[in-house]
């Protein structure tokens, strides 16, 4: 009877059990996309000079990537072999474009900071290797979950990257002072929020920073978990 | 493998429902991002003159903006030889575009704000920054020589150096007052490192962007110079 | 010329693909472990970069722009198109190498399929249309930067193949120092915007 009962709930697919938890919550950290799965760090670095500039790119990541696996698994049984590639990347390219489209009609200003970096979301090598690792071999739900996962995986990292990056370049978060002088400290030095004394380093707003705060991040996270030390 | 055939009519199919989905949501969103691209250059220009507008420009929703700008802003074009001309609305000018035109048919638009506390003549230029392009906007008192407000753009200028022409407000803020002619002469305003020799021609350079600063310079130069047959009209 | 001369430098040294804007990230960390790879995959970036910015330039111009063969503005199909006309000339090229050149194919093959989804490639084609290049100005760019490309990635694995024998700690080793590597590099070519030529030519 026991046995009986475990078929049947093996047949339904429960619509969020352990196993479509594992695919949202993996990528966040023992899985992450930039970290341990080292894709889509083009655009991440572009973008992180700003916490509110980042947070749109991991929406619009987020977005590509969940609705392409989506679109993906359930393309994947009558897609011709020869052009496979073309119909993925045709697939994501529309995406990207519905988002660029929305965007510039949501809020313009981003729209025009991101300029380029929205377009090359299509390269972003998370969307394709999601696909080509996931979403074809996989149903259209779990291919979605999965999606969404390594979007938001993608995305913590983006913030984090974006979050120290603001706050010590420019002393604010998302847009909201938090210390050293404010950004008229020329005209004004009344206008102090904490740790007055402290300048804004432009060290942090130059892209090549981007590249120092996850070389950190990728530091911490394996000195915790050994598993993913690279040996070679 | 799959035939050929299939390939094609795969690839016909997924072509015509691509492009039919994507030009259905362009013609839906066409009017907001017009909407949407006219009130950025509305604020852009503005930005000139956001302290005589009588309200925080920065808070002034876009309907705002729309009308604020329909009520106070008077446009005119002028061509090279800062002659009028008719039938063009200064706000649809590119100056972009206008560049890679010959000199002698560039055309250049001219906004005049009516504020509460006088009238001011705004125009645009264009130069040369380190990476890519910088723009302005220059507000000019009724004299057509003081300087009452400045904004910058640009497209690419690094962070915490050159961008400071756009992100530090302390820089724009400096060009307030600077006359651009000596004893009817011009002179236009220059950006300069170590010391101020000219108060009423100089303002202070950037530190550590000296490139932008001189784009700055040369770009006042050149391109204020284009609107002096104009206001010379003005003022008789 | 003076103009592409100008264009030609700033794309391989000041606005390098990798070290100034950081496409490409993908394939120049997972390729440069070894300097003859690092090799391989910098000349088929160049052949590719060099020809599919001009192909995308009239794609963008004759076909999708509002001069083109339509008569109206299709632009929305920008990124489709580029992305499409990438892929099936990467197909093409690797279809055609593997025929005429055996020994090519066997030294640029295996990286081919990985360039259609490399940054830099699609980026190429995106600036050459934010930065308004004539055909002249597109294809120069274009050349310029992948050979920007192929430098970065061949200093790249230069250092990385000397790193392997240097204390580095244990947690920090492979991907984590070579993003710190990849970011001093990134400050080490600013230096180099001094030499920026269209500064030179415009205040001299």
Known sequence: MAEIATQVEQEKEPLFGKKERKLLIDPINDNNPITVQVLGICSALAVTTLVDKAFVMAIAVTFVTAFSNLAVSFLRKGMPKQIRMIVQLVVVAFLVTVVELVLKAANYPIWKELSVYIGLIITNCIVMGRLEAYAMANKPWRSFLDGVGNGLGYGVILIMVAAVREIFGKGSLAGFKIIGNTPEYLIDSTQNAFFSWYMPNNLMVIPASALFVIGIIIWVQRSKNTKLVDVS | ?236 | MGDLLNIFIKSVFIENMVLAYFLGMCSFLAVSKSVKTAIGLGAAVVFVLTLTVPINWFINEKILGPNGLFGMDLTFLRFILFIATIAAFVQLVEMVVEKFSPSLYNALGIFLPLITVNCAILGGALFMVAREYSIGQATTFGFGSGVGFMVAIVVMAAIREKIRYSAVPPALRGLGIAFIITGLMGIAFMSLMGINPGNYMQHH
Do not use: C
């Not at chain 2, 876009?62 to 009520?71: C, G, I, P, W, Y």
């Not at chain 2, 800062?82 to 560039?106: C, F, L, T, W």
């Open chain 2, 1 to 236: 493998m799959h035939s050929n055939n299939y390939v094609t009519i795969y690839t016909v199919i997924m072509t015509l429902i691509v492009s039919v989905v994507l030009a259905v949501i362009v013609s839906g969103l066409k009017p907001i991002h017009d909407d949407n691209e006219a009130v950025f250059k509305k604020r852009e220009i503005f930005q000139a003159v956001k302290d005589y507008l009588g309200a925080d420009l920065d808070k002034m929703s876009d309907k705002e903006v729309l009308a604020l700008f329909d009520k106070n802003m008077q446009q005119v074009v002028i061509d090279a030889n800062g002659k009028p001309v008719e039938g063009v609305k200064a706000e649809n000018i590119d100056m972009a575009k206008e560049e890679k035109k010959p000199i002698a048919d560039r055309q250049y638009p001219v906004f005049t704000f009516v504020g509460e506390k006088g009238t001011y003549y705004l125009v645009s230029i264009r130069g040369n920054g380190l990476w890519d392009k910088i723009w302005s906007t220059i507000a000019f008192q009724d004299d057509f020589n003081t300087i009452a407000g400045v904004s910058f753009g640009h497209a690419a200028e690094t962070p915490g150096l050159g961008a400071e022409i756009t992100d530090n407000p302390s820089f724009p803020k400096q060009f307030q007052g600077k006359t651009i002619q000596d004893d009817g002469q011009y002179v236009s305003v220059a950006v300069v490192k170590g010391g101020i020799k000219k108060p009423s021609h100089q303002v202070d350079a950037i530190t550590g962007a000296t490139i932008t600063s001189n784009g700055v310079t040369e770009m006042l130069e050149r391109g204020l110079k284009v609107y002096l047959p104009y206001f010379e009209s003005l003022k008789k």
